[in-house]
């Protein structure tokens, strides 16, 4: 079963514009991570936000975790065309023995 | 996708066929999963492990066998493949921050 969703499923944005995705999951959690799959490539880790943090800053990439609402968001600020790719969301849940459950993914386009 | 190496890359079989992926790991993670993605499913988890020979079912497990003689070594068996089971296979360890991913085997079931 997935256990987080991202949304949109496809974003499609001009070079310098920021790209936000956002993930909703049903139980509770341990942490939150995301990541980027290039296109024919394994997925990429970018950032961990504890269940116990709100928001988590690395580089260009800000993550946001809402507890309550059972939801994050991903925010790429200035992107560029390399940033394109699928990025995906995935929950350790509680008790899951450090199992991740991982969600369909948003593809991301960036225009040059 | 350093310290993380999958083979084959590529394989085609036949349905019907045992068909053996590998994993090799040079982090000396404990965790070791194998997971499938498949369009339209994202990544599925098979299975997992968490010791040497000690293993434990994922979601989509059934068709699939796994073992774990060495820290190092993960192994993803199809006993007898099937058109289902075409799919990426990606095998990941568990490091200090999150998941390590090999590059993927695409394995395509005629």
């Known amino acids: 079963s997935q256990q987080g969703e991202e949304d949109p499923q496809a974003l499609s944005i001009q070079e310098g514009e920021n790209a936000t995705m956002n993930c909703s999951y049903k139980?509770?959690?341990?942490?939150l991570q995301w990541y980027r799959q290039n296109s024919g490539r394994g997925l990429v880790h970018l950032i961990l936000i504890r269940s116990n943090e709100r928001e988590k800053h690395s580089g260009r990439l800000r993550v946001t975790l809402d507890t309550s609402k059972k939801s994050s968001s991903l925010l790429i600020t200035a992107s560029r065309a390399a940033d394109t790719a699928s990025y995906f969301c995935?929950?350790?849940?509680?008790?899951?023995?450090?199992?991740?459950?991982f969600g369909k993914g948003t593809l991301l386009t960036v225009n040059p | 996708d350093a310290g993380i190496t999958q083979s084959p890359r590529h394989k085609v079989t036949e349905t019907g066929t045992p068909v053996t992926l590998r994993c090799h790991q040079t982090e000396n993670h404990r965790y070791m999963y194998w997971y499938r993605q498949d369009p339209g499913h994202g990544l599925r988890l098979i299975h997992y492990s968490y010791g040497v020979k000690d293993t434990d079912k994922g979601e989509v497990s059934d068709g699939y066998s796994v073992s774990r003689s060495k820290t190092e070594d993960f192994l993803l068996t199809l006993e007898s493949a099937t058109s289902s089971q075409t799919s990426v296979y990606f095998c990941a360890t568990q490091g200090n921050y999150g998941y390590t991913f090999g590059s993927g085997t695409r394995l395509t079931v005629v």
């Open positions: 139980t509770s959690i341990n942490n």
């Open positions: 995935a929950t350790d849940a509680s008790g899951s023995n450090y199992k991740l459950t």
